[in-house]
């Protein structure tokens, strides 16, 4: 069973600038998730998604991030614009979606804002 | 407001003895709890879980502990071996709405031969 993909795996921007991350979740699971994670902090997350309803993005910083799941499969995140404090690891995971399932990470996209 | 700490940054252990893993939380909202863990350039892979109507949970070399009076959470592992050398992380689900994980800051563990 392939893993939870992600890309690009490292991104570097200047503040201001836009980015966008794209993650694949493992066929089949209908939660999928974003996180952020700083430096010395675990995961934060950020947004997560049922097939492709917003089920939690109470942690999201909409005047800059954006998501969305179309067809309730592949994910995007955005950031616009980026500000040096989003510096981070962004992870993805998915789960089959029933409560207590485990969550699958994928290997992340690390963002540098200078 | 940190809802779950591990207050140990790093923790160092010689191969073959136990290594102790802890993880503090403050809010009672929580019954499902879960240990993750992570090398460098991957994201974090699940251990082992506990939930909130026993106290302890086995599996091969890990165990984790549940004290709910304490609000206190731990992970055994024992023999411990070098490529248990990671970050680990304690995450925390409430009991009710979205599969929201809250996840500790982490402790990086280093077995030494």
């Known amino acids: 069973e392939a893993g939870v993909a992600q890309s690009p795996r490292y991104k570097i921007i200047e503040k201001r600038q836009s980015v966008a991350f794209w993650c694949n979740p493992i066929s089949g699971h209908a939660t999928l998730y974003w996180y952020q994670q700083i430096l010395g902090q675990g995961p934060k997350l950020l947004i997560q998604f049922q097939n492709n309803g917003v089920v939690d993005d109470s942690q999201l910083p909409k005047d800059r991030f954006s998501a969305e799941r179309l067809k309730g499969v592949d994910s995007t995140l955005k950031i616009q614009p980026a500000k040096l404090e989003d510096s981070a690891v962004y992870l993805c995971?998915?789960?089959?979606?029933?409560?207590?399932?485990?969550?699958?990470f994928g290997p992340g996209t690390r963002l540098l804002v200078l | 407001d940190q809802q779950v700490k591990q207050n140990s940054p790093s923790l160092s252990v010689q191969e073959g003895r136990i290594s102790i893993l802890n993880c503090d939380y403050t809010?009672?909202?929580?019954?499902?709890f879960l240990w993750y863990k992570k090398y460098p350039a991957e994201g974090p892979t699940f251990l082992i879980s506990i939930s909130s109507i026993k106290d302890k949970n086995e599996d091969g070399r890990f165990t984790v502990f549940l004290n709910k009076s304490a609000k206190h959470l731990s992970l055994h592992i024992v023999p411990s071996q070098p490529g248990d050398s990671a970050v680990y992380f304690c995450a925390l689900l409430g009991i009710q709405g979205a599969q929201k994980l809250v996840f500790g800051q982490g402790t990086r563990l280093t077995i030494n031969p």
């Open positions: 995971a998915s789960s089959r979606g029933g409560r207590g399932e485990t969550q699958y």
């Open positions: 809010n009672s909202m929580f019954d499902y």
